[in-house]
C-alpha cells in the first residue's frame, strides 16, 4: 500500500487534535483543509468568519483567491462525511476522563435561528429567530448539548427545514417539525451512550404535550419549563394554569413555610441564594402521577416572573408510590431545580462561544456545506475544552480568581499581557503566530459563569473524573 503523503501540520497544539481525524479523510487535500478550517475558526474574532476570513483574505476582493477557493471546495465539494467526523469528535469526547458523560449531566434541547438573506439557501425561511427575538427570514437548527455544572459541550445539530421546502407543504412525508427532531436527537445522544440524568428544555418545547410524549415513550427522563399561563383542562374550582396551582399552595412566611421546602442555589462566583420548591397539582398532573409539576421561586408570596420556574418532570417523587417504578430514580424538588439549571448553560454560555467561533458566519448555500460547517464549529469548540485540560494537567499551575467586574457595562479587568508577540522562529509562510494560544480563552468567561457549582455525591461523578481547577478571566472580544 502507498504511504500517505505528509500533511503539513497544524500549528501548536491543534496538530495533535486534528491528527486523529486523519482516518476519516481520503486525500491531502481534505486533512490539509481541515486543519487549516479549524485554525481559522480559533483565530481572534476581528470580523465575521467567513471563507475569506478564514483563509486570511481580503473580503469580497479575495474571493477567487486560491487558498479561498481551496477551503470552498473542501466545504462544499469535497467528498468527506460529516457525520463520521462528528462521531468522532464525540468518542474523544467520552474517551477524555474530563470530559466524559456520566449520569448527573443534563442533555439540554433547544434550537438556534441566524438570519440569512435571500431564498436561494438550504432550509432558509421566514421563521421566528430566537436569537433576534422576531420572525425573520433565516436558518434555525435544532441542537442537543451535554451539561453538567463544570463543563457543557455540544451534541448534534440539525437545521429544521420550513414546509414551504416540500412538494406536499406540512403533508409531506419528509417534513419534521422542530419538536420532532429534537425528539429524535435526544434518542441519538441515548443510543450514542451519552448517559444524563434527564432531558431539559424551555417552555418552547415543555409546552408541547407531544414533544414531552415522544420523550416519554423513548424512555427518556425530562425536566421541562411550562409558560406561567399554560392553560389546561380541569373543573370549575381547580386550577387551570401553573400560576393558579402555585398560588394554591399553602404558605405561611419563613417560619412556617406550609407546602414549600427550601432549595439551596450555590453559583460559580460563590454566592448562594435560598429559593423555595414545592410539588403541586394542575389537572391530571400532581406529585403522585405520571408527571409532576415542580414550581420553584425566590418568593412563593409574590411568585415573581423572572425568578419563578414552573417544571413539568416525569421523574418519580421520592416517598411516592412510583419511586421504586423503573425506568427513573427518584428525584426530590432541590434534585429538579438543579437539572433545569443547568439548561441555563444553552443561554448564557453555548450560544455566545458558537458567534466566537462562527457558527452564524457560512456563506454557503447547500445544505451539506451548512452541516459541514456547523460541524468544523463544534470540532473547534471540542478542541477548547481539550486543549484546556492537556494544559491544567501539564502544568498543574494555580489558575487566577475570577476578579471584580463591577462598573459601567462592558468594562473589563482583564489581565495584563505584552504589547508586543514576537514569533519563536521563521514561518516559512505568511501566517498567524500562535493562533490557538487563545483557545482556552474562548471558555474562560463563560465557565467562570456558570449556572451552579460542581456537584459533589460521589454516585454523580465518575470515579476517575479530575475536578480541574476552575478558568481563569480573560476572554475574547465579544462581539
Not at 207 to 212: A, S, V, W
Not at 336 to 362: C, M, N, P, T
Request: a neutral charge; glycine letters at 8%.
Amino acid at each position: 500500500m502507498t504511504a500517505r503523503v505528509p500533511c503539513p501540520p497544524a500549528p501548536g497544539p491543534l496538530e495533535g487534535y486534528a491528527a486523529r481525524f486523519d482516518d476519516l479523510f481520503g486525500t491531502l487535500a481534505q486533512r490539509r483543509g481541515f486543519r487549516e478550517y479549524l485554525v481559522g475558526l480559533l483565530a481572534p474574532r476581528d470580523r465575521n468568519k467567513t471563507l475569506t476570513c478564514l483563509a486570511g483574505a481580503e473580503p469580497v476582493a479575495g474571493a477567487q483567491h486560491p487558498a479561498v477557493q481551496r477551503l470552498q471546495f473542501f466545504l462544499s465539494e469535497s467528498t468527506w462525511d460529516h457525520e463520521r467526523v462528528n462521531a468522532r469528535r464525540l468518542e474523544l469526547l467520552s474517551a477524555d476522563p474530563a470530559t466524559a458523560p456520566h449520569g448527573a449531566g443534563v442533555l439540554v434541547n433547544d434550537d438556534s435561528g441566524d438570519r440569512k438573506d435571500g431564498t436561494a439557501t438550504a432550509h432558509v425561511g421566514r421563521q421566528w429567530l430566537g436569537r433576534l427575538g422576531k420572525t425573520d427570514n433565516g436558518v434555525v437548527t435544532v441542537t442537543t448539548v451535554w451539561a453538567d455544572e463544570r463543563v457543557y459541550y455540544p451534541l448534534h445539530a440539525v437545521p429544521y427545514t420550513p414546509a414551504r421546502h416540500f412538494p406536499k407543504r406540512r403533508n409531506d412525508p419528509g417534513f419534521r417539525t422542530k419538536l420532532r427532531i429534537g425528539a429524535e436527537l435526544a434518542a441519538q445522544a441515548h443510543e450514542a451512550g451519552f448517559v444524563f440524568r434527564a432531558v431539559a428544555a424551555d417552555s418552547a418545547y415543555g409546552d408541547q404535550d407531544g414533544f414531552r410524549c415522544e420523550l416519554a415513550d423513548a424512555g427518556l427522563p425530562f425536566v421541562m419549563a411550562l409558560k406561567p399561563r399554560r392553560g389546561t383542562w380541569a373543573y370549575g374550582d381547580q386550577a387551570r394554569t401553573p400560576v393558579d396551582a402555585a398560588r394554591e399552595l399553602c404558605w405561611g412566611g419563613l417560619r412556617d413555610p406550609g407546602d414549600w421546602n427550601a432549595v439551596i442555589r450555590t453559583f460559580r462566583d460563590g454566592h448562594t441564594e435560598t429559593w423555595w420548591a414545592a410539588d403541586a397539582t394542575l389537572g391530571w398532573w400532581g406529585p403522585d402521577g405520571t408527571t409532576r409539576l415542580v414550581v420553584a421561586t425566590a418568593d412563593p408570596a409574590t411568585l415573581p416572573a423572572k425568578a419563578t420556574w414552573y417544571l413539568a418532570t416525569n421523574l418519580p417523587r421520592p416517598g411516592g408510590p412510583r419511586e421504586d417504578e423503573p425506568p427513573h430514580s427518584a428525584a426530590d424538588s432541590t434534585e429538579v431545580v438543579r437539572i433545569y439549571g443547568i439548561r441555563h448553560w444553552i443561554e448564557q454560555s453555548y450560544k455566545q462561544v458558537k458567534d466566537e467561533l462562527g457558527w452564524a458566519d457560512f456563506q454557503v448555500r447547500s445544505d451539506t456545506a451548512i452541516r459541514r460547517h456547523q460541524t468544523l464549529v463544534n470540532c473547534a469548540f471540542s478542541f477548547c475544552w481539550d486543549a484546556w485540560f492537556t494544559e491544567q494537567e501539564s502544568t498543574n499551575t494555580p489558575v487566577p480568581q475570577p476578579r471584580d467586574d463591577t462598573g459601567e457595562r462592558g468594562a473589563r479587568n482583564r489581565p495584563e499581557t505584552p504589547t508586543t508577540v514576537l514569533a519563536s522562529s521563521d514561518p516559512g509562510r505568511p501566517r498567524l503566530d500562535r493562533p490557538l494560544d487563545r483557545a482556552a480563552t474562548l471558555l474562560a468567561g463563560m465557565v467562570e459563569r456558570a449556572p451552579t457549582n460542581a456537584v459533589t455525591g460521589p454516585d454523580e461523578l465518575g470515579r476517575c473524573r479530575p475536578r480541574p481547577a476552575p478558568l481563569p478571566p480573560e476572554l475574547t472580544n465579544h462581539r
